[in-house]
Structure formats: structure tokens, C-alpha cells
């Protein structure tokens, strides 16, 4: 099961990450969400535990906890929705008819 872990500290590391959620389970992988710029974490992140109870587990025990100084949002991950895509012009002049 893929899980969302959000309102991460910036300071915590995907080391971090997967130790708390081992607390319930084996994990697969455990991975930050990075500004693909600055490579700064964006405060997001996702955990695969293949055992869908140890995952229900730790949606359980770990939302609303505190990991490195701040409240953690745990959920199940909601599938990407597939984006937007107007066709339209990007930037420049808007035009009325």
C-alpha cells in the first residue's frame, strides 16, 4: 500500500521516515519529495509497506504524531490525477471574443 506523509520537517530525512513507519511493518521504500531545482525537501513525502494492515497500522499510529518537531499527516496515498491540460496559450495576451 502506498501511503502520503506530509507536514514533514524539512530536517527529516527519508532515513527518518522509514524508521517510523518500521515501528508497524516491514517497509519497501520510504522517499522525500524534493524541489527537482534546489533540492530542498517539499515537506511531503510516501512510504510502500506491502502488507496492507501494517500500512492501515501506521495511517493509525503515525497521523498526527511528531516526527522531527512537527505533526505528521499520514494517509493513503490518492492515485495522481492526470493533469490539466487547457490547449490553450500559456502567458502572454488574454483575448476576448
Known amino acids: 500500500m502506498n501511503i502520503y506523509a506530509g ?5 527529516a530525512t527519508e532515513e527518518d521516515l522509514q524508521q517510523a513507519f518500521e515501528a508497524f511493518g516491514q517497509v519497501e521504500s520510504a522517499k522525500i519529495i ?3 531545482y ?11 509497506m ?9 495511517i493509525q499510529g503515525l ?6 518537531g512537527r505533526m505528521l499527516k499520514v494517509s493513503e496515498a490518492r492515485p495522481r490525477s492526470e493533469r490539466h491540460r487547457s490547449g490553450g496559450r500559456r ?7
Do not use: T
Open 50 to 58: 506491502p502488507a496492507k494492515a501494517e500500512a492501515q497500522s501506521a
Open 7 to 11: 507536514n514533514l520537517s524539512y530536517e
Open 38 to 48: 534546489s533540492g530542498e525537501s517539499k515537506g511531503f513525502g510516501f512510504v510502500e
Open 34 to 36: 524534493k524541489d527537482k
Open 63 to 68: 497521523n498526527g504524531k511528531e516526527l522531527k
Open 91 to 97: 502567458g502572454g495576451r488574454q483575448r476576448f471574443w
